[in-house]
């Protein structure tokens, strides 16, 4: 994945900002449990570069599960960034 393509992100993290509208790709590395409590969410973990992991938290409530996420797949994103100190 080139750095250019996530550079808000990683900016984003080194500024410790959240609530930044951000878009990128990455490789997922690991399937987490949904998280049912309140609105449902799909989790999982997408590497965006050597450094940097993101958690992801898909809302299923209000879109659609992605069914045929695999650990291993390249996605391209867009989303809310949140800040935290393992990535964001």
Avoid: C, M
């Amino acid at each position: 994945v080139h750095d250019d393509v996530n550079r808000s992100i990683v900016d984003a993290f080194e500024r410790r900002q959240s609530d930044v509208w951000v878009e990128g790709a990455g490789l997922v590395t690991k399937l987490l449990p949904d998280d049912n409590k309140g609105s449902r969410h799909q989790k999982f973990l997408v590497r965006i570069n050597e450094k940097q992991t993101l958690l992801f938290a898909h809302n299923i409530d209000l879109s659609n599960r992605i069914d045929a996420l695999k650990i291993g797949d390249t996605i391209e994103f867009k989303g809310e960034y949140v800040f935290n100190p393992k990535g964001g």
